[in-house]
């Protein structure tokens, strides 16, 4: 079946421009979840949602960043007036958010968005 | 706030030789764990991980791990590495007071050489 799936896979702005970063989870997974990942380390948590129900926005750097996920599917990470800094890989996984599961769930990555603010 | 420490950035290896690529995490009363890995060009793939019970977990492609509670690691191991191995190797925790979020160390870029 299909995988979590991101688009775009590369972009590059310039700096104060806003950018829109899609993830399309795996059909049927209720939770999603949205990760950077600087150079050389690992992911870093920013937000995650249950259905459309953003329950944790804990990593979101600052107020330039939001995330949304109006119909509990597809979700778009919204980055304004960019800045250098914000240069990474942008990752989004999705788990099935079964009860009970939550901590223990697998959760399954999509390929990523590589942004480049110049 | 749970940490990773992954204590290898790269970890050269002969084909056919064993490895184990270690992995630390901060101490807290039940942790999950978890091992990704993640090929050139591709999304992290979950190799294994270990939510309780027995302390040696075996994934997939010949991986196993270890938990071991009193030291706080969880070491990935394989006896015999294959040329298509070479990846980066990720180690993740989740807890009880962490919420659903992954926290992962710096990862481990596996190179086997022939």
């Known amino acids: 079946g299909a995988g979590v799936s991101q688009s775009p896979r590369y972009k590059v702005t310039k700096r104060g421009q806003d950018v829109a970063l899609r993830c399309d989870p795996i059909?049927?997974?209720?939770?999603l979840y949205w990760y950077r990942q600087a150079l050389g380390q690992g992911p870093e948590f920013l937000t995650y949602?249950?259905?459309?129900?953003?329950?944790?926005k804990s990593g979101l750097p600052n107020d330039r960043f939001s995330a949304e996920r109006p119909e509990g599917s597809i979700s778009t990470l919204t980055i304004q007036r960019t800045e250098q800094r914000d240069s990474a890989m942008y990752r989004c996984?999705?788990?099935?958010?079964?009860?009970?599961?939550?901590?223990?769930?697998?959760?399954?990555f999509g390929p990523g968005t590589r942004l480049l603010v110049l | 706030a749970q940490s990773v420490t992954q204590l290898d950035s790269q970890v050269p290896v002969f084909e056919e030789a064993p490895v184990e690529l270690r992995c630390n995490y901060s101490?807290?009363?039940?942790?999950?764990l978890f091992w990704y890995v993640q090929y050139p060009n591709q999304g992290l793939q979950l190799l294994l991980k270990?939510?309780?019970?027995?302390?040696l977990v075996k994934g997939i492609n010949g991986f196993e791990a270890e938990f071991n509670k009193s030291q706080t690691s969880f070491h990935l191991r394989k006896p015999s590495v294959h040329i298509s191995d070479t990846a980066e190797y990720f180690c993740?925790?989740?807890?009880?007071?962490?919420?659903?979020?992954?926290?992962f160390g710096a990862g481990t870029i596996l190179r086997v050489k022939s």
């Open positions: 949602f249950n259905y459309e129900a953003q329950q944790d």
């Open positions: 993740a925790v989740s807890d009880y007071w962490s919420g659903n979020k992954l926290v």
């Open positions: 059909s049927g997974h209720v939770s």
């Open positions: 270990y939510l309780s019970g027995s302390t």
């Open positions: 101490s807290s009363v039940s942790v999950y």
């Open positions: 996984a999705s788990s099935l958010g079964t009860s009970g599961g939550g901590v223990k769930e697998t959760q399954y």
